[in-house]
């Protein structure tokens, strides 16, 4: 007795390996059926299709009254979705978005959200309805056309799909991430994919890239240019994967004497416009793209965005080209086409898959809608049987009813056999089904139901006219039970008349999406496109530069911030680059086009470049492309870098001289001549020729002196037979041509400074 287990405890206890693993299991099933992925009958997701079955249910329809966004959520909410109401409004309203949606769902009244961004009202303030779109995605549910499931409390029923009379999953595209997998697929247009279904239809084996004769791409609801190449794009639907290049719509418009302006009028998928123009009004400011002068937002209910060149000089396809490479005027929409195959089976599928998972869902609701109303005719022709054998035996059934106490069952036990018929030709007699001559309880019930106004016999001749349209409607349904090609014949026919309804013919329904060959321009250096233009760069003491306009004396009066003074003067162009050397080693590269302009005190050089505060600008120059420079450090450590080596892609700038220590950067000269010259902190200086020198990209560098204590002050390079040459505290130029006492090998100690050496150690 003592080992069984006690009825009270109710702790169980396993690994948490395994605990976790089915949970998380659970979830990641859960996320990936009934939450993420669409169904590839219908294209939904359960919330969306949760959303049009509870406005049908409340009699939503497109030419229906409007009813608060509100009751709808709340709807939704508590009988089949039990998530959150504002996650129910956003995909409620996101099936409102023309923008969003090629073929919207829902009908909103009110303020659903632009293209701008702007998010939608409260759901208080909007009111929605169907559209005929959803209306044609639920036509059937009530002739049994799909299988209904119970609702998350088991009081109510849902649909488990849509009958869906058109292939809304490509229609109107889709998005999710899953656990473990995601979807994305671009919308398209329906004339193209119901052809391409009726192509599959008449030729099941058909091949992916036939298909493409009727589907040649996505059909984005904002429009745009796809410039994807057509190999690429026959891959992406063979596969299921693969990405669409999206262009924006633009055209040149000339504004006379030779002006001009650039008008975008369509905008890739998804991008926000808002964002759009803040990008591009950054590159301006910026400077990324000088040849552009201005944006400008003139959108009403349609999208125009005006793009001014700086110049009328420019060509219209180089800044385009360059918008394209730099903003969201061009995108990569990517295609996935992960979907659930029969709503179980999560599944990357191809075109033709998708369209044939569409088709075999069609097929199936053909069938049950039609065994359905076959079902309903033999239930009417049972009725009009009952109804028949009472108008031929009208005055014994008027007796039944009259004088029996159970009118019924008499009925029933009355034999209304080929004796009881009054007047009725062979053609007309219609045989009871339980036996012969007898009434079921439904053929029973209807004749006690009957009203006195029916006994006419204009009545009677109405029913036998019905009787007989039903037989013949029974036939036919017979028929297509029984034949698979008239089958496919009758979906022929409801997804024509589907493409009549929502076709390139019908309000909005004429491709959007255009195709067109990238032409990609030749990317210009940055240098093409500025404006050459004089300038004088200005950087104070404590990093603070700027560009004067023209070349203004070198020596002129400016003014700084207290506390500040001037340090670098130079005359430049407004196309080249300036190098900054930190004492950190670092070389940075600004380009002088994008300096602030002179009329302020400028900008922090910080602000420009990730130059640390620790560190400090040791030099700056203008870049000669093919000189070399000279870089030392402190620690009396250097070396020969070719200027071209030094220009950074980036604001980080690039490593040159590597310093450990207290060593710091300390000399950046460009190399003129055969010989190098350095002084130490001891006053001691050393010429020996500059082939003792390596030329690296990138390192710690030789020993240029000896030092037994301080280190390097200057460095210099200059031509052996000229001299060398100093300024002395006067400003007097002085040069030393007998060089003999202090030339030597590279790495020695060198002698005292010649007379009349600056006393602040420098050459210059």
Not at 177 to 204: D, F, Q, R, S, Y
Not at 252 to 274: A, H, M, N
Not at 678 to 691: A, I, S, W
């Amino acid at each position: 007795m003592n080992d069984l287990p006690d009825p009270q405890n109710t702790e169980l206890s396993e690994p948490l390996r395994r605990a976790i693993g089915e949970r998380y299991l659970t979830y990641a099933l859960s996320t990936i059926m009934d939450r993420a992925l669409p169904d590839a009958r219908d294209g939904l997701k359960p919330v969306h299709r949760r959303i049009l079955f509870a406005m049908r249910e409340l009699k939503l329809s497109p030419n229906g009254r409007f009813r608060k966004s509100s009751k709808i959520s709340g709807d939704v909410m508590g009988n089949y979705h039990p998530h959150g109401d504002a996650a129910i409004y956003d995909a409620m309203a996101r099936l409102a978005q023309d923008f969003n949606v090629r073929y919207p769902l829902v009908d909103g009244q009110g303020n659903f959200g632009n293209i701008d961004g702007d998010n939608p009202a409260a759901s208080r303030y909007t009111e929605a309805r169907l559209t005929a779109a959803a209306e044609a995605l639920m036509e059937g549910l009530a002739e049994n056309a799909v299988d209904f499931r119970d609702n998350y409390d088991g009081t109510l029923t849902e649909p488990v799909v849509l009958p869906a009379a058109f292939p809304n999953l490509l229609a109107n595209g889709a998005s999710g991430i899953a656990v473990g997998m995601a979807t994305n697929i671009p919308p398209h247009n329906i004339e193209e994919l119901i052809g391409a279904c009726l192509h599959l239809i008449k030729t099941p084996d058909a091949r992916d890239e036939t298909l493409l004769n009727y589907i040649p791409g996505p059909d984005f609801p904002t429009g745009g240019v796809i410039v994807e190449p057509k190999e690429s794009i026959a891959e992406a639907y063979r596969t299921g994967r693969g990405a669409f290049r999206l262009r924006a719509k633009w055209e040149k418009e000339d504004l006379g004497r030779g002006q001009w302006q650039i008008v975008v009028t369509e905008i890739p998928y998804q991008v926000q416009k808002s964002k759009l123009i803040e990008k591009i009004a950054d590159l301006i400011q910026s400077k990324k793209v000088p040849i552009l002068g201005d944006v400008r937002d003139e959108s009403a209910d349609d999208v125009r965005l005006i793009l001014e060149p700086r110049s009328k000089n420019v060509d219209a396809e180089v800044l385009m080209g360059t918008l394209f490479r730099q903003s969201d005027l061009e995108v990569r929409f990517s295609l996935n086409m992960n979907v659930l195959i029969d709503g179980r089976t999560p599944m990357v599928c191809s075109l033709k898959e998708v369209l044939r998972a569409f088709l075999d869902h069609r097929r199936e609701v053909l069938l049950r809608r039609s065994q359905h109303r076959l079902d309903k005719i033999d239930h009417r022709l049972e009725v009009l049987e009952g109804f028949l054998i009472a108008f031929l035996n009208l005055d014994r059934v008027i007796d039944i009813i009259r004088y029996d106490d159970d009118p019924k069952a008499a009925l029933m036990r009355e034999n209304w056999g080929r004796a009881h018929v009054r007047a009725m030709s062979e053609a007309d007699y219609v045989s009871p089904r339980p036996g012969e001559g007898e009434l079921t309880e439904v053929q029973a019930e209807a004749i006690l139901n009957m009203r006195l106004r029916s006994l006419r016999r204009l009545e009677e001749l109405e029913l036998i006219r019905e009787r007989d349209e039903l037989m013949e409607e029974r036939a036919g349904l017979e028929d297509l039970l029984a034949n698979e090609d008239v089958q496919w014949a009758a979906i022929s026919d409801q997804l024509r008349e589907t493409r009549t309804q929502f076709g390139r013919k019908s309000e909005g329904g004429a491709r959007r999406t255009q195709f067109a060959e990238a032409h990609e321009v030749e990317e210009v250096p940055l240098e093409a496109m500025i404006e050459r233009e004089p300038i004088t760069v200005v950087c104070s003491k404590m990093g603070w530069i700027r560009a004067m306009k023209g070349h203004i004396a070198l020596d002129s009066a400016l003014k700084f911030k207290d506390g500040d003074e001037g340090r670098f003067t130079l005359h430049a162009e407004t196309t080249d680059k300036l190098l900054v050397f930190g004492s950190n080693g670092r070389f940075y590269t600004v380009p002088a086009a994008q300096l602030p302009g002179g009329r302020g005190m400028g900008e922090p050089l910080r602000l420009m470049v990730d130059l640390p505060n620790e560190a400090e600008i040791v030099d700056l120059f203008i870049h000669r492309p093919g000189t070399r420079l000279l870089v030392a450090s402190s620690a009396g450590d250097g070396f020969v870098v070719p200027a071209d080596d030094v220009v950074a892609q980036t604001r980080a700038g690039k490593q040159v001289l590597n310093v450990r220590g207290d060593a710091r950067a300390l000399v950046c000269r460009p190399v003129a001549g055969d010989a190098v010259a350095c002084v130490g902190e001891n006053r001691k200086v050393l010429v020996f020729m500059l082939d003792e020198l390596p030329e690296m990209a990138r390192g710690k560098g030789v020993r240029l002196q000896k030092y037994k204590d301080g280190g390097l002050s200057d460095a210099t390079t200059f031509t052996l037979a000229d001299g060398l040459s100093w300024k002395d505290p006067a400003g007097r130029t002085r040069t030393e041509a007998d060089l003999a006492e202090w030339l030597g090998k590279r790495a020695g100690a060198g002698r005292m400074a010649p007379r009349g050496f600056p006393r602040d150690n420098r050459f210059t």
